[in-house]
């Protein structure tokens, strides 16, 4: 081997060492680099989970229990896990501007006007889903609040009625609750193809609307829920002198009128055959000449009818020949039935301090400075009027709308138990319609001290 070979050799060789050390290096540095992705993603899903833990959390530091399934991957599973995603049918325009002095329920504050406009993605024609709402004077208004400012919520709150006490959330309408859902009985005062005009209203403008429902009373208020039961029919049978029917029939789908609506047939005093309607509107069914009976109502029923009344005509004849050969004893059972009854369970009852709250409500009184100032707004929708530098509504139908307005707000005391109890400021504004409003509270009272147009209106108009 010639010594250059050796010297070669001997160079391959240091190669190879150190190659040999930087493979060792390099498997070091992957260990290195395996370790810290580890921990990395470690901290990730830690971090993860306590972000979880923050959202499901109530600000009383409760966890809640977070779903025990992985999040769904099909609509149909969001739906029946009960996680879907809503989208907003529409978009509250209110007259009330911002939360601060908006009523805190619907009843407060009579002639609040809203209007809810139909999103035009969520129905082909938006205006058909809207189509026999008009036959009702109320609708449910279910929405998000929006403005809530953060999602977080306590499990007992201090309702400002209750002027600092707390209570469950779920026993008061406070805002500050899981899911952030309102609900308002809102008056339906009209419908133009895809917009429904409110009234009576405690929802901010831009509030995202999820859902409209029709107010039924026989549905939704137990003072005028009618229970079914099976009793028998012996608090108003049917006799021979009385020509008067009962029809109960479940509506079908195809129906001009909701499905599941029991309605009543009967006959007037000239025996003409009537409907009542669960609107308690009395709807004369006419006969045509060839003896059919006509009327609006749906073709199933008045076949039905037509049908009732020929039976009840000739019962009539045969009935008292039947009443006459029976005795009081051998009569048969009364048949048994589904009536109407009211049931005393049926009334309902409400915290006392709803009925009786430890707030007093307030006398609202105008200066003559505020008064000259309202005076000066011109009503809403003034059409074929010369542009005019005055300030006009935008929703509100008069000043005196506006003074009711105004008198429903503060008389309830809009301000907060702070504001109430600590604050010595006693000035307090607030914006209705196009009109800011200043204000100050005494004991007992609360005066309007200035009605000036809002700036951004008035600029726009
Ligand atoms: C006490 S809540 C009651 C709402 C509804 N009637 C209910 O019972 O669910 C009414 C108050 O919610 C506030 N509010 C109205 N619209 C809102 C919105 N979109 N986001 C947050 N707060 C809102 C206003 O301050 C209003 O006075």
């Known amino acids: 081997m010639s010594p250059q070979c050796v010297c070669g050799g001997e160079h391959v060789n240091r190669l190879n060492q150190q190659v040999s050390v930087m493979r060792k290096e390099i498997k070091n540095l992957r260990q290195m680099l395996d370790n810290a992705l580890r921990a990395h993603r470690k ?21 809640l229990t977070p779903s025990p399934s992985p999040p769904p991957t099909s609509p149909q599973a969001a739906l029946e896990q009960g996680t879907i995603q809503t989208a907003p049918i529409g978009y509250i325009s209110s007259c009330f501007s911002v939360k601060n002095g908006t009523p805190r329920q619907p009843t407060v504050c009579g002639p609040s006007r809203a209007e809810l406009r139909l999103q035009q993605h969520v129905f082909t024609n938006p205006d058909h889903a809207l189509v026999g709402l008009e036959q ?11 403005k809530n400012g953060h999602l977080s919520y306590k499990a007992k709150v201090k309702p400002p009625r209750l002027n600092g006490q707390r209570v469950g959330v779920y026993s008061t309408r406070s805002p500050h609750r899981p899911n952030a859902l309102g609900l308002t009985l809102a008056k339906l005062d009209k419908i133009v193809g895809d917009t429904i005009h409110l009234s009576d209203i405690d929802m901010i403008d831009g509030t995202p ?3 409209i429902k029709p107010y039924i009373p026989e549905y939704d208020s137990p003072h005028t829920r009618v229970v079914m039961d099976s009793e028998p029919y012996d608090s108003n049978p049917i006799t021979e002198t009385e020509s008067s029917v009962l029809i109960f029939y479940e509506a079908s789908e195809t129906d001009s ?41 749906p073709k199933d029923l008045c076949s039905v009818l037509e049908e009732v009344k020929a039976y009840v005509s000739q019962s009539d004849d045969s009935l008292s020949k039947v009443q006459a050969s029976l005795s009081p004893q051998n009569k048969p059972p009364e048949p048994k039935v589904d009536r109407p009854c009211y049931r005393e369970e049926a009334y309902s009852t409400i915290a006392g301090w709803i009925r009786e709250p430890p707030v007093v409500s307030l006398d609202v009184r105008f200066t003559s ?12 929708h003034l059409s074929g009027c010369p542009k005019s530098d005055r300030p006009q509504f935008k929703f509100l139908r ?3 709308e506006a003074a009711a307005a105004i008198r429903g707000v503060l008389s309830a005391d809009p301000r907060s138990v702070y504001r109430r109890t600590r604050c010595r400021d006693r000035l307090f504004f607030f914006t209705l319609d196009t009109a800011d409003i200043t204000c100050w509270f005494g004991q007992g009272f609360a005066e309007v001290l200035q009605v000036r147009p809002v700036e951004l209106h008035v600029a726009s108009m």
């Open 209 to 211: 609307v999820l859902d």
């Open 398 to 400: 008069s000043p005196e």
């Open 369 to 380: 400075h505020a008064q000259r100032e309202l005076a000066e707004f011109l009503p809403s």
């Open 43 to 63: 901290q990730m899903t830690s971090l993860q989970s306590a972000v979880t833990q923050v959202g499901l959390c109530n600000r009383d530091e409760t966890p």
């Open 257 to 297: 009128v909701q499905s599941n609506v029991k309605h009543q047939g009967t006959y007037d005093d000239v025996g003409r055959l009537l409907f009542r309607d669960t609107a308690e509107n009395v709807v004369p069914v006419t006969h045509s000449s060839k003896g059919n009976v006509q009327s609006s109502l």
């Open 136 to 146: 009702y004077s109320h609708v449910w208004i279910i929405f998000l609040f929006h």
